[in-house]
Structure formats: C-alpha cells, structure tokens
C-alpha cells in the first residue's frame, strides 16, 4: 500500500505521516467484578478527549443515581453497551474500545470481572500485547485476581501492569499498596510475566491516570498513560521460522493456480524454496501476488498470494515452510486447555479442533491434571468443568502441522467444537507434539477383514442397540442372534451388564466412566467385525454423543443404530432385573430415566417399539431389515 | 514499539482479507451486503484484494428501502459494472405495496419493515449462511461488544449473552442447519482509520460525502436534504441551497447532513480531527432510546 503524494507538503501529508508513524497497543484489562475496569477505560477515553460532545450529553443524563467522579460522570456507561450490563451494572462481554494519544494509538478490550463469563475474559486475552490486572486497594488480590493472571500466561500475555485501584478509598495509603503489590509478585513470579509494573490510582478521580498525582507523593514511578504510551512489548515475528497456513487455494481460471493466505510468521522471497508440511514435498516460490503488484518478498503479517514453481498437492489447511524448518506432523500432542462451556470436558469424547485453517475431529486421550489457580497446584481429576485450565493430550483423526505455542501462538493455539451443537467449548495452547505418535503405525497384515468375512460367508457389521432399560434390547438382540446363529451366520452379543463384570469393572456411572464404557465397547465391537463377526451391541448408551462416538470408531464397518422405543412407564412396571423399584428407592443414583437423562436418537437407521409388539415380532422386523 | 514492518493500517487490511478469505472458504452461500457508504466502499475493495486475480467469490447484497439518495443508487450501478461483481438488489414487496415510508409510518416501523424485514426477507431467499457487513466496534456501544464472526440463530437473532469465545484468529464457522453468521471484517476500524484508506488508496466514494450547495430543509434541528419531489413540504417550509456533505449515508429523509465546507478528503480528514461530534449523530433511529440498537440487532438488523 503506498500513499499517493499528489499534494505534496499539505497539512494532510504531514498529518498522515505522523499518524502512520505511531505504534499501536493492543491491550486488556481484567480482574474481579466491580474493580473498577470500565470506570478505568471510561477516564482514559474521557482524559484523552475521546469523548465527544453528543455522548458527554447523554452520558451525563444517564448518570444520575450512580457513582460518579468529580467531573459528575458515571464512566463506567460509556462501555458497559448491552442493557442486561446497565440493568445488573456488570460486564458481560467483552468490549473493544480505541482511543490514541500523541504517541500512540490503542485498542482496549474491557473483559468482564465475573467468574461466568472468564470465557470471554480469554477472548480478549488472545489478541492482547500487554495486561492491565485491576485490584481493589480495599479487597486486595482475590481468586479471580489469581484465575486471570494464570490466564494471561497461559495465553501468553507478557506484559502485566498492576493497577491498584480506589486508592482514594484507602486514603491514598502506601502500606496498603505495598502490600498488595508483594503479595501480587510473589503469586505471579512462576507464571514468567516479562514485565510487571504496579500504580496505584482512581479512576473515578483521576488520579495517576494521565499525570503522577500529588495525593500520592510516595509513589516514585509513571503514571499509566505516559507508561502505557511508552512500553516495549513487541516481538519481531518476521524474525522468527516461515510459516504460512493456506486459507484458500485461488483459481481464477486453468492457468492460474494460488495459494492465499496471511504470512503468520517469518518471511519468503521470490525464488526460495518451500516445503509442504504434510506431503513433505518440495517446491519453489515463483511468484508472490498482490492486487497492488508482485511482490519480491511477503513478511509475517501480510496478506499474499503465493504461486509455486510446479504442481503439488497443496489444499487448504496445508502449512508451507522451509525445508529443515518444518512444523511438527502429528497425530497427538500435550496441551493445555482452558473449558468454556457448562457442559463438562470427558477424555474419551469427541471433539471437532481448529488450529489455522485445520478442521479435524479430535478426542482427550488423556487428563493429565488440573490447576488449582489459586495456588498453581496440579490436582488430579477425570472431568474439565466450566473455567477450568487442565493438561491434557489430544489424538486428532489425522495429523496436523503445529507449533508450540510458546514459538508461534498461531500455529499453536487452537479451539474445541461442539460436534452436535457447534458450540465453541475450549481454547487450548500445544505444549509438544508426542514423539509416540510417530512411532506408531498400524500393521498391515496380509489376512484382512474381506478374507476373513469371506470364510464366514458374511458381511460383518455392528448393530447397536440403544433404549431404556428394560425396554427389550437384550431380548430382541438374543432371539436375533439365535436365529443368525440357526442360519449358520457368526454372530456375537455385548451386553451391558456382562462387559461391566469383565473388561469395565473398573467403571462407574458417573458421566465421565459412561464415556469410557462405551469407547471401550466401541473399540471391542470394531475389533469383533474385523475379525468377521456380527456383532449385536445391547447397552442404554444413553448420549447422543457416545452413539456417535461409537459409529466414528466402527468406520467403515457397517453400523446400524437400532432404538428400542418403549415407554418408561411400561420398562418400569416390566423392571426385569429389580432395578427401577430400588432406583425410586433412592438406591442406586445415576439411573437412565429416572435420575439421569435418556437422549432419544434422532438418527437411528431402525426404530422399534417395544410397548406394541412382542421380541420375536421385533426380532423378525429387525432380521428382515438387515437384509442377510 | 512496533518491530513489524507494516504500518497500522496495512496491518488492519491483512486481518480484514485473512477474514474476507476465511468466509470464502468455510461456508456455502456468503453474502456481501453492500450499503453504498464509505465502509462498504472499503469492504468492497478489500474483497477485490482478498480474491485477486479471481473475482469477488459472492453476491453483493443491497437492501434497497427505495428512499436512498439517487446518488447513491447510481454510485452503486457504476461500481458493479466497473468491478464486475455480482449485484442483488432487494425489496420488501409488502412494503412497497403498502407504500410505507419514513414520513407516515415514523422511522422505527419504517426502519422495522423496510430495512429489517427486507434484510431477513433477503436473506432467506438467498439461503445465504454467512452475510458480511462493513459495521465498526467504534460506531456504537454495542457494536463494540460483537464478535468479528457473529453467530445468529435461526430467526436471525444475535444473543449477545452467549457469543463463542473468539480467540487468537482461530474462527469457529460451524453452523447448524437454518443458522448464519454475520461477519465483520472491519471490527477493528475507527472512522479515522477508514478516511485516511480511502485517502491513501484512492478508493471511490459516493459525492455526497463531499461538500456541495444542497437543497435543505431544517427540521427538529436536522438538516435534510430534499432529494426528489415524493418529500412532503410543510407550508412553511422551502428548501434552500446550503453548503453540506454528509457524514453517513442512509435513507435521505433520516440522514442528517452537515454544515461543512470540506469539498476534498483531505480537508474531510483535517475536519473530522476537529469535530467534537460522533459520527451517528445525525442518524435518527439510533437515538430512539437507549440500547435500541441492540434491541433492533437481536430481531434481526445488521
């Protein structure tokens, strides 16, 4: 991009030359509710005139009945932008604010304080070069103080600046700071902040905020503008390893072929040579295309369009890089996650993940241990709750090119996907890509699945059953078995019950060994059809995403969801096996239908119901559908 | 500070086309919408650098209330058939036929079926699943509070309380069946940061922003310009030549314009450095009530 300089030596030019020489400050503040952090950025944006007529107008008309500061303002309304903020008087969202000064301009997320929403806290997190961590001079650090600053490490925000707030309301005391601010160091000293300042302000008064205040004379360092305006926070990413993630290949006709994509660190220059992460196949820049001209060399940041020398397999989701400088290939890898969502995180469920322009489905192998963000302790766990940060490892469904967060945040950050609702549950950092992964294949053996089938003269396949219990699974899976079994067919029932005295005694039924059970049912039911069996599954498998689990792990052995629809009052006065009368007796907790939810499918290939006819009807029904 | 050889705004324009190309390529049937003014004027010309030397991958969508400035209608004409881009204009026939307008039916029922309704109305018809649009975080304060991608139910509905995380550029595109997103690629533009572009790449803009002697009436403290004969006169009301430009641009009978003698960008720019005012102050339906704009974005508005 250059500037045309028709009207050369006007005040314009020289206006724009000053603006674009300024920096630009990404920052955000954060810590407990009520702190005072839009009350902070409403006096930064007021104190640098941001604040325009027409808002000052109505600003001044709303604040009535409220806090306000000398100048009779509530500075906190000028973000607090949603009316459930204004009702309640808290931040729920995360709010982007700009305001510049002469030397600098910024752009401010305000994050909200509450513990509810540190989801969005990490939002504005992820985009921030520098930290202001709020603390009230009365409350001193709280919980929350401590959740948010293991945060900001965690996402890698270097910079830290400790405002101590409402000093005004501790009468501008030096012990109260000095002691806020030791007790701060000492917690933050392991989370390796590169840089941590501390100033003690108002920001209802103003004090400390543009200029150093006289109503602290002990205080002996800047105040918070002058020293936001003049801190060292950026690193060079064009100094760092070639990186370029492909985000769209570009085909405008047959003899144009591009890739396009942003330069996420390094830089590559006409004629250098280029590897494909996942092909390892190598290439060469030939040219490098803008809307603007060619270019002879692209630096992290920008937006290009790169043309190779030949023709290689390279599709979006392709990392390119220099030979001998590669991203790790892997299907597995360390990380540590930060849950989002009220739904709790199990290892065992399945996941979507987005690292760059990746997209691959994704499952917690293993939980490692949760940190206590109070004292930084590892606790060992078998589920993530909401606002948890935990260590993990990921196995993804086909390996990814990464980094370590700690090189490149943006090949190494990633998020979780709902499956079902698409929701976004967690954000996680890779810590290293696990060398086992590589080492380990699977063995291609000569005698296969056909060979096998073919010896029994079948197709094999897995039938699931799902249902209440009680509901006739097990008897309709039985009588199908016999007469499959009658025919000559191979054929095999997992029951639930049984599988529980063997190969799952170690699990109970809470929500997070249910998932277990099942993948370990999955993983038995796959291995049985490889072999060459039918094999009839009968388990409740109450969640709509373990079936989905289990029908991901089959692949592509033939699975069929069969749903045995039979009222829970009828399974209930049925109650076989005694179970339903000492469930309401309050004996046995965690009970499908009774004190545990029971998610009807809505995708099964055969539904039966089991209050209409009897097993051997529906047995029939079932073996004339599976047609063999 | 800055170690990266890229100014700030060739640092905004990478995120806004790694943006533009993240829709591109992650959903089905993306939309554009194309309001004519300044911003959509940079949204367009950072689609074309986005996809350069393809062609811009999707519609430009244009709800048209038929109360625009005819300048502006006919900026819109030129632009499609210089850049080639694929142009859709949109209607809402019962609205036509019912002949509503912004001064017998008051700007908020106006607002609700010419604007609001056409959009959804649009939108449906299209199918699209993604709809990108030119609104800044600096504009109004719950503007500040949305996502860059902002997911909407479907009936269109933005739930500010339960927005995904949005972390790094790592951008979550799923949707289920019925839902959309709308996308804001210039989120993190200021109204500053949008002249001065235009300035340094020489990028098309509409004449009215510009200063110009304009037939005004004043009404309400509002200055409007009467720019065909469907406007109803008061009797004592006679429009008179004055010298104006506008700010934002919208419907005529609702935007107000301002008393200005600044006829080039330059002289917008130095101008806007002055003012002491916001640039939605001349807009009437975002000063209904408090938090009315975010009333209307949840049933729907962009």
């Not at chain 1, 917690?364 to 260590?391: M, S, Y």
């Not at chain 1, 095999?492 to 190969?503: F, K, M, P, Q, W």
């Given at each position: 991009?250059?500037?045309?300089?028709?009207?050369?030596?006007?005040?314009?030019?020289?206006?724009?030359?000053?603006?674009?020489?300024?920096?630009?400050?990404?920052?955000?503040?954060?810590?407990?509710?009520?702190?005072?952090?839009?009350?902070?950025?409403?006096r930064l944006l007021y104190d640098s005139q941001l604040i325009l007529d027409d808002q000052l107008a109505s600003l001044k008309k709303e604040s009535r009945n409220r806090t306000t500061g000398d100048e009779g303002i509530d500075f906190s309304l000028l973000v607090d932008g949603l009316a459930a903020e204004r009702e309640q008087g808290i931040t729920i969202d995360v709010a982007y604010r700009f305001f510049s000064t002469d030397k600098r301009?910024?752009?401010?997320?305000?994050?909200?304080?509450?513990?509810?929403?540190?989801?969005?806290?990490?939002?504005?997190?992820?985009?921030?070069?520098?930290?202001?961590?709020?603390?009230?001079?009365?409350?001193?650090?709280?919980?929350?103080?401590?959740?948010?600053?293991?945060?900001?490490?965690?996402?890698?925000?270097?910079?830290v600046v400790l405002v101590v707030n409402k000093i005004d309301l501790v009468d501008y005391d030096q012990a109260v700071f000095d002691k806020i601010v030791a007790e701060y160091r000492a917690f933050a000293e392991p989370l390796g902040f590169k840089s941590l300042a501390a100033v003690p302000v108002s920001a209802l008064r103003g004090d400390n905020i543009l200029a150093t205040s006289p109503r602290t004379p002990w205080y002996r360092g800047s105040a918070l503008v002058p020293y936001l305006e003049t801190v060292e926070v950026a690193e060079d990413r064009t100094e760092q390893k070639f990186r370029f993630p492909v985000q769209w290949v570009n085909r405008p006709n047959l003899?144009?072929?591009?890739?396009?994509?942003?330069?996420?660190?390094?830089?590559?220059?006409?004629?250098?040579?280029?590897?494909?992460?996942?092909?390892?196949?190598?290439?060469?820049?030939?040219?490098?295309?803008?809307?603007?001209?060619?270019?002879?060399?692209?630096?992290?940041?920008?937006?290009?369009?790169?043309?190779?020398?030949?023709?290689?397999?390279?599709?979006?989701?392709?990392?390119?890089?220099?030979?001998g400088e590669t991203p790790e290939f892997s299907n597995q890898f360390q990380a540590r996650l930060v849950w989002m969502s009220e739904e709790s995180a199990f290892p065992g469920r399945s996941y979507l993940l987005k690292v760059g322009s990746q997209l691959v489905?994704?499952?917690?192998?293993?939980?490692?241990?949760?940190?206590?963000?109070?004292?930084?302790?590892?606790?060992?766990?078998?589920?993530?709750?909401?606002?948890?940060?935990?260590?993990?490892?990921?196995?993804?469904?086909?390996?990814?090119?990464?980094?370590?967060?700690?090189?490149?945040?943006l090949t190494g950050g990633f998020i979780l996907i709902d499956r079902l609702s698409n929701a976004t549950l967690g954000a996680g950092t890779i810590e290293f890509g696990l060398r086992r992964a590589q080492n380990l294949t699977y063995q291609a053996f000569d005698v296969n699945r056909a060979v096998r089938a073919s010896m029994k003269g079948q197709q094999p396949r897995i039938v699931w059953f799902t249902g209440l219990s009680g509901s006739g699974k097990?008897?309709?899976?039985?009588?199908?078995?016999?007469?499959?079994?009658?025919?000559?067919?191979?054929?095999?029932?997992?029951?639930?019950?049984?599988?529980?005295?063997?190969?799952?005694?170690?699990?109970?039924?809470?929500?997070?060994?249910?998932?277990?059970?099942?993948?370990?049912?999955?993983?038995?039911?796959k291995l049985m059809a490889d072999a060459g069996l039918i094999v009839l599954v009968s388990f409740i498998s109450p969640f709509e995403k373990e079936r989905r689990l289990a029908r991901e792990i089959a692949g592509d052995i033939d699975f069929a969801e069969v749903y045995v629809d039979t009222p829970l009052e009828v399974c209930e006065a049925r109650d076989p096996k005694g179970l339903y009368k000492r469930a309401r007796a309050g004996e046995i907790k965690n009970f499908t239908g009774i004190d545990s939810p029971f998610e009807a499918p809505t995708n099964a290939e055969l539904v039966l119901h089991g209050a209409e006819d009897e097993p051997t009807v529906l047995s029939e029904q079932l073996y004339d559908w599976l047609k063999i | 500070m800055s170690q990266s050889p890229l100014t700030h705004l060739q640092t905004l324009e990478a995120e806004s086309i790694e943006i533009l190309r993240e829709v591109a390529a992650s959903f089905e049937r993306p939309v554009?919408?194309?309001?004519?003014?300044?911003?959509?004027?940079?949204?367009?010309?950072?689609?074309?650098?986005?996809?350069?030397?393809?062609?811009?991958?999707?519609?430009?969508?244009?709800?048209?209330?038929?109360?625009?400035?005819?300048?502006?209608?006919?900026?819109?004409?030129?632009?499609?058939?210089?850049?080639?881009?694929?142009?859709?204009?949109?209607?809402?026939?019962?609205?036509?036929?019912?002949?509503?307008?912004?001064?017998?039916?008051?700007?908020?029922?106006?607002?609700?079926?010419?604007?609001?309704?056409?959009?959804?109305?649009?939108?449906?018809?299209?199918?699209y699943?993604?709809?990108?649009?030119?609104?800044?975080?600096?504009?109004?304060?719950?503007?500040?509070?949305?996502?860059?991608?902002?997911?909407?139910?479907?009936?269109?509905?933005?739930?500010?309380?339960?927005?995904?995380?949005?972390?790094?550029?790592?951008f979550n595109t799923r949707?289920?069946?019925?839902?959309?997103?709308?996308?804001?690629?210039?989120?993190?533009?200021?109204?500053?940061?949008?002249?001065?572009?235009?300035?340094?790449?020489?990028?098309?803009?509409?004449?009215?922003y510009f200063a110009k002697k304009r037939p005004i009436v004043e009404r309400f403290g509002t200055l409007i310009m009467v720019d065909d004969d469907r406007m109803p006169l008061n009797t004592d009301e006679v429009p008179r030549e004055e010298m104006v430009r506008f700010r934002t641009l919208g419907c005529y009978p609702l935007t107000g314009a301002m008393r200005s003698t600044a006829a080039s960008l330059p002289e917008i720019i130095m101008e806007m450095q002055a003012s002491r005012t916001s640039e939605r102050e001349g807009r009437l339906i975002d000063s209904d009530s408090v938090g009315s704009m975010e009333k209307k974005k949840q049933e729907g508005y962009f």
């Open positions: 991009m250059t500037l045309p300089m028709a009207t050369p030596d006007t005040d314009i030019d020289l206006w724009l030359n000053q603006q674009t020489d300024k920096s630009l400050l990404r920052f955000l503040t954060c810590g407990s509710v009520d702190d005072g952090k839009s009350t902070l950025i409403g301009k910024f752009i401010v997320a305000d994050t909200p304080g509450h513990e509810q929403y540190t989801r969005n806290m990490a939002t504005g997190a992820s985009n921030a070069d520098l930290a202001l961590v709020l603390i009230d001079a009365r409350k001193g650090v709280l919980t929350q103080t401590r959740r948010h600053s293991f945060i900001l490490s965690l996402i890698g925000v270097k910079h003899d144009f072929r591009g890739l396009s994509g942003t330069v996420a660190s390094g830089a590559i220059a006409v004629g250098d040579d280029v590897l494909i992460a996942s092909s390892r196949k190598p290439a060469v820049i030939k040219r490098i295309v803008t809307m603007d001209g060619e270019l002879n060399q692209a630096v992290a940041g920008q937006a290009v369009t790169l043309v190779l020398d030949r023709e290689v397999d390279v599709s979006r989701g392709d990392v390119l890089a220099r030979p489905p994704a499952t917690i192998t293993d939980l490692k241990f949760r940190t206590n963000v109070n004292t930084l302790e590892h606790t060992a766990a078998t589920k993530i709750d909401l606002n948890e940060v935990a260590t993990v490892t990921i196995a993804t469904d086909k390996p990814l090119a990464f980094d370590s967060y700690a090189t490149n945040a097990s008897s309709i899976a039985n009588l199908l078995e016999k007469r499959l079994t009658a025919e000559g067919r191979h054929a095999y029932i997992l029951d639930g019950d049984n599988v529980r005295h063997g190969l799952n005694k170690d699990l109970g039924f809470t929500e997070a060994a249910r998932v277990e059970n099942i993948r370990r049912v999955a993983e038995v039911a | 554009m919408m194309y309001s004519i003014g300044k911003d959509s004027s940079v949204l367009l010309h950072l689609a074309r650098k986005a996809f350069f030397p393809s062609k811009i991958p999707f519609p430009l969508l244009h709800v048209n209330t038929t109360w625009k400035f005819r300048e502006m209608i006919a900026f819109r004409d030129r632009m499609a058939e210089e850049y080639g881009f694929d142009l859709i204009s949109h209607t809402n026939p019962d609205g036509l036929r019912d002949n509503i307008n912004p001064f017998d039916h008051g700007s908020s029922r106006y607002t609700d079926i010419m604007k609001t309704a056409a959009l959804r109305q649009a939108l449906n018809a299209g199918q699943d993604a709809a990108i649009g030119g609104a800044r975080r600096d504009e109004e304060k719950s503007r500040a509070k949305e996502r860059i991608f902002s997911h909407r139910n479907a009936t269109h509905a933005w739930d500010p309380k339960n927005q995904r995380p949005e972390l790094w550029r790592v949707l289920n069946p019925g839902e959309s997103m709308r996308v804001f690629p210039l989120s993190n533009w200021t109204e500053l940061d949008i002249w001065t572009y235009i300035y340094s790449e020489g990028i098309p803009i509409v004449p009215l």
